[in-house]
């Protein structure tokens, strides 16, 4: 039997796989042969918050990783890359990358401390490399770095930023500049334990960019060659494309076609696309529901490859942006939709966790020296943060974690 042991460790070792990484097997998202489930939460400051330099609180980063795990909360969606100048408006600052090839040392280190933390807690990261939305810079930034343009088309103005972001998938010269961020962050070794990031388990996948697909002009080719440059970089780690998912079912199955995405993502926003009007819930709250429920119904009859809800959230009672207003509507709805993705076994992360953060003034967005909450900088602070104080909220998502570790599924009728 001596030679079927050394057989096996050494096709583990070839493969690049460890019973610590998470990985995927039989269509499911797996860690030592058991299914992998979790409730997670967007957590996209979190090098920020663990730097020293501006905008940084590591005494506040620490509480905020013992709740989080107190809570049963474990893997969390982090910004792995953003992007400057840091004088753009309403940006999350200051960024990881100020100008091309050129790091903030301080927002490094703090992606490395964060990741030395959550080793210590067995929680484990998804590292999202590059953004649709320009509130990191982004693939707006890339455009203007690459020549493209001279200034942004913010969103909200007469020029279609849509378009303007996809030019990315257009430029070779923006292309070019992500994969040597690629290169560069993917290869970067922890300063805190010694531990390369394609060696730590920690990170559990590494994602191209958040929603991607938003403008309906994504490139399969250079998708395909991303994923697989990042593959060649970590095989031990997933990969995933960040898509919102929020397209036909073919497209949706297109997306993922690559063989080297591993697992599939998908955003829900009831609010965004105009189905829940918060001040009007008696009304839309139960279109709500029943869009969630068709949404993730629909994209769990994707058999290919794991799914993953990696965005999910609503606002407070009457869209109040107060931390100490009522959630009613919004515990209602986390316990509909984590009762959802349980159901059809789909790890689940919310937007997003506040935590002991407050916005600087009601109905503000977010300016450099402000708390982090979760909220993007562009939006008013507050709109989808689940705070510290939101006990009921919280209890919600510490039930559905716990339940996340038990293998059979719910079939509690929702509706």
Known sequence: MWYVIIIVVLFTIVNGQSSSFIT????????NNEDYMYIGTNF???ANLASKGPGGNR????RELDRLHSLGVDNLRLQAGSEGPNTEPSRMVPAMQP?????DEAILDGLDFLLYEMNKRQMRAVMCLNNYWQWSGGFAQYVVWAGGAKSIPYPGGSNDFDSFAARFYELPRALELFNNHIQFIVKRTNKYNNIPYAED????SWELANELSQSGNLNPTWLNHTACLIKQLAPKQLITTGSDGHSTSKNFADENASQCIDYATIHLWVENWGIHDPHNSTATFPLALAAAKKFIDDRAAYKDKPIVLEEFGISRDNASLSSTSPVTVRDKYYRAVLQLAHHHRIPATFWAYGGEGRPRILGASWRQGDDF????PHEPQGSNAVYDTDNSTLEIIRYFASMATKKSSANTSLF
């Open 59 to 62: 005494s506040r980063l620490l």
């Open 201 to 204: 388990p920690t990170i559990m």
């Open 373 to 376: 909450i979760g909220d993007p």
């Open 44 to 46: 996209w400051y979190g």
């Open 99 to 103: 100008q091309p090839g050129i790091y």
């Open 24 to 31: 995927v097997q039989n269509g499911r998202l797996t860690l």
